[in-house]
């Protein structure tokens, strides 16, 4: 299992306020209708559910991730249906002050050793994403 994180990024909200947004994904979608195109652009083809993130992926198609766990006010754990691979997301949260929450996103990805080079990037490209789109979603 090879591990991917985000670079963390800290938002101006209270920990149990971003994870009773981040627990609940469909308010996302209802976020991202209202977003500027050129900030859909680049979150790129998702979309959301109350419990489960899909996204369109280039040259590996359609791949739903769904809620499997929930420990408030700290962690949402999704795991990816229809993926080639076994594949989960963490989305961390921790107080990073007052009023302020960090968030952090983690990949977790079954790759055999060999091809961890010629994918490792994409997956860190990946993990990345998902801390730009909660810098978008709860700007600062």
């Not at 680049?42 to 109350?50: Q, S």
């Not at 961890?116 to 860190?124: N, T």
């Amino acid at each position: 299992m090879a591990k991917y994180s985000s670079k963390p990024v800290t938002v101006n909200h209270p920990i149990q306020d971003i994870y009773d947004k981040v627990s609940n994904l469909g308010a996302f979608q209802q976020r991202l209708e209202t977003l500027p195109q050129e900030a859909k652009d680049k979150l790129g083809d998702v979309r959301f559910t109350n419990d489960s993130i899909i996204i369109n992926a280039p040259a590996v198609g359609e791949i739903k991730f769904n809620v499997v766990e929930r420990i408030s006010p700290s962690l949402v754990r999704l795991s990816a249906e229809n993926s080639p691979v076994p594949f989960g997301i963490a989305i961390n949260l921790s107080e990073h002050s007052v009023g302020a929450t960090t968030v952090g996103a983690d990949i977790d990805v079954e790759i055999p050793m060999m091809l961890r080079p010629l994918i490792g990037g994409r997956m860190q490209e990946a993990a990345d994403k998902f801390g730009e789109m909660f810098a978008t979603f709860f700007g600062n």
